[in-house]
């Protein structure tokens, strides 16, 4: 077995978990997109007070953000299925990489409708009532006025949400998806140097993180020039 | 011509208009005053449907209309009659001071971009920013703000504006500027109804001055008989609790 932590086998390794970040990647943002569509329409139900819709939102939110996602994902992987055969639909030969998306992309609209809820009553009611002062309609004034000033209100928290969503993808190995965890662990177990692939997967996600951090800043910034003093 | 009749409005169990009846003729200006809580910003605010009266009856030139039956077409009908300047500006944050003011004319209106944009620059003009047609609100002063918001009125060409304490959170210097423009509107014959406590203001420009107290008008004249000659005892205590040195100057 040799030495416990060879630097060298870091190096050895780094291309291979890269080889792997296009699978990571992919959940990150396939999910960032479905959660924000989905959670934009959670927000709208809530904020509307739709009723029914408003109640199962409520409902929703509280169990995605109230259960460990590890147990969404099997609950999705083992269920869905079953579910959408009883509408004689078959996906079990759909890729594994499909359900981890939606996992991620339910659990990503629930924290997501919270944060453009917010975002949305956090634009003063006075931009609404000028917007129909002046003859817009409701959807008018939402899509002109009021959706742009809340973007910028919900970009820093939506920034956050998809940093803690790509730390979350660690996890995604439990259903045999082999991304740069699970190819760190896929090393690990057939070469008994597993510390080598986790310190090598570990600069992976901090660069991530840090090109994430930059790419939110710069794009707050370009908005907020805009409309300085917003917030 | 603008007429409201038995106009009722409670916020929960508590009253704030109790029926109210009100005729505005076309290129009038009229004056509404009176003291905080009287009623008299829901009165403007039930015109144009940014609170739903109970009871009572709105006529727009030839349009009437119910605010208990109004539908949402009635509402947005009435809205594109009307036009509003807020106390605290309301300009649209994420628009520059041009787009402010074509941003209804293009998308409620239909009116070509470049044709829009003609009109704002000359409203912008007109209220004296021809320099800050690119500014976004947050780099105007609140003059400069309200002034931009009168131009957003004025660009619907409106049957009626509706002015909500427009000096109210001004700075003092900054009041004039902004009289000075609405002065200038009401000479070019634009119908206006104005909730304000700037009396020598509403002395000089107001055709017709309306004196609200407790959800009611109590008293209604020319600026000449409502404030040299009010009749109704609460309109004399009003006026000298406000206006002292009148008493003395006249």
Not at chain 1, 114 to 140: K, P, W
Request: aromatic letters at 8%; glycine letters at 8%.
């Amino acid at each position: 077995m040799g030495k416990l932590f060879d630097i060298q086998l870091v190096f050895e390794y780094f291309p291979k978990l890269l080889s792997r970040l296009h699978i990571t990647l992919s959940i990150v943002f396939a999910a960032t997109v479905l959660g924000v569509i989905l959670g934009t329409v959670l927000a709208l139900f809530r904020l509307a007070k739709t009723p029914i819709l408003n109640q199962v939102a409520v409902v929703y939110i509280s169990f995605m953000r109230g259960t460990p996602i590890i147990v969404q994902m099997f609950i999705v992987y083992y269920g869905l299925p079953l579910l959408l055969l009883m509408i004689h639909l078959d996906i079990n030969h759909w890729d594994k990489l499909i359900f981890i998306i939606i996992t991620y992309g339910l659990n990503m609209a629930a924290f997501m409708a919270e944060i453009i809820r917010a975002s949305i009553i956090g634009v003063s009611i006075g931009q609404t009532e000028a917007a129909y002062s002046v003859g817009m309609s409701r959807l008018q004034a939402f899509r002109r006025i009021v959706a742009p000033q809340a973007l910028l209100i919900a970009l820093p928290s939506l920034g956050m949400n998809m940093m803690g969503l790509l730390q979350n993808t660690s996890i995604a190995f439990s259903l045999g998806i082999i991304d740069v965890i699970g190819k760190a662990r896929v090393i690990g177990a057939s070469t008994y140097h597993t510390l080598e692939g986790y310190v090598g997967a570990a600069v992976i996600f901090l660069a991530l993180c840090i090109l994430m951090e930059y790419g939110f800043t710069h794009i707050e910034k370009k908005l907020k020039y805009k409309m300085i003093g917003l917030i | 011509m603008i007429e409201l009749k038995g106009v009722y409005k409670a916020f929960g169990r508590h009253p704030v208009l109790k029926g109210i009846g009100l005729k505005v003729a076309k290129g009038e200006v009229v004056v509404v005053i009176g003291p905080s809580g009287s009623g008299k910003t829901t009165l403007l605010r039930c015109i144009n449907f940014l609170e739903k009266a109970d009871e009572g009856e709105l006529t727009i030139g030839q349009n009437h209309y119910h605010f208990k039956h109004a539908s949402k077409k009635d509402i947005l009908s009435v809205r594109r009659q009307t036009a509003m300047v807020f106390q605290s500006y309301n300009l649209f944050n994420n628009k520059t001071a041009l787009d402010n003011v074509t941003e209804s004319l293009i998308i409620t209106r239909g009116v070509a971009k470049n044709e829009a944009e003609a009109i704002g620059r000359r409203l912008l003009d007109k209220v004296g920013l021809t320099d800050k047609y690119d500014a976004y609100p947050c780099r105007l002063s609140g003059g400069q703000q309200q002034r931009v918001g009168i131009a957003r009125a004025l660009a619907l060409n409106p049957e009626v504006i509706l002015f909500d304490e427009p000096t109210s959170a001004l700075d003092p210097e900054l009041v004039g500027e902004v009289l000075a423009v609405i002065k200038k509107v009401a000479r070019e014959g634009i119908t206006m109804i104005v909730v304000t406590h700037e009396l020598a203001f509403a002395a000089d420009v107001a055709n017709h001055v309306v004196f609200m107290d407790g959800g009611i008008i109590v008293e209604e004249g020319t600026p000449q008989q409502l404030f040299f000659h009010p009749k109704a005892e609460r309109t004399q205590q009003f006026l000298k609790r406000i206006l002292p040195e009148w008493n003395y100057d006249i």
